[in-house]
């Protein structure tokens, strides 16, 4: 059974008019509703990402009287985490001899208190 509907829409994807047979159509071509559906799953990948971030985050904050100078170590999704940068703009950083890091055997890690103020210091009111 075909429909004689006509309705004007506009594709949630790349913003053009577009006429529609079906009430539930959202895109005005196959390229656009598989370009979105890539958007949409890189997105919850992010989200996903970022809860378990948030979640060893809490995991591993302890009391305040348990604080030590190694919990300030942190590698670089958790300082991507707390500078609310992404893990590429800390990668351009690192690439500044005077960025402050640390590495311990193969790991490379950051003390979140020092680039911090070096973000200041460098960037004025970061």
Not at 21 to 42: D, E, I
């Amino acid at each position: 059974m075909s429909s004689n509907l006509e309705l004007k829409r506009i594709c949630q994807q790349c913003g053009k008019e577009f006429i529609a047979k079906k009430t539930t159509t959202k895109f005005c071509s196959l390229s656009c509703g598989q370009r979105n559906y890539k958007v949409r799953q890189r997105m919850n990948k992010i989200e996903t990402e970022n809860a378990q971030i948030r979640a060893s985050h809490l995991v591993h904050s302890g009391p305040i009287a348990d604080h030590s100078p190694e919990q300030d170590l942190v590698d670089i999704k958790m300082l991507a985490f707390v500078t609310s940068m992404s893990t590429s703009t800390i990668f351009r950083l690192i690439k500044d001899p005077e960025f402050p890091r640390v590495k311990i055997g193969g790991r490379l890690l950051f003390d979140k208190r020092v680039v911090v103020e070096y973000l200041r210091r460098r960037y004025g009111n970061w």
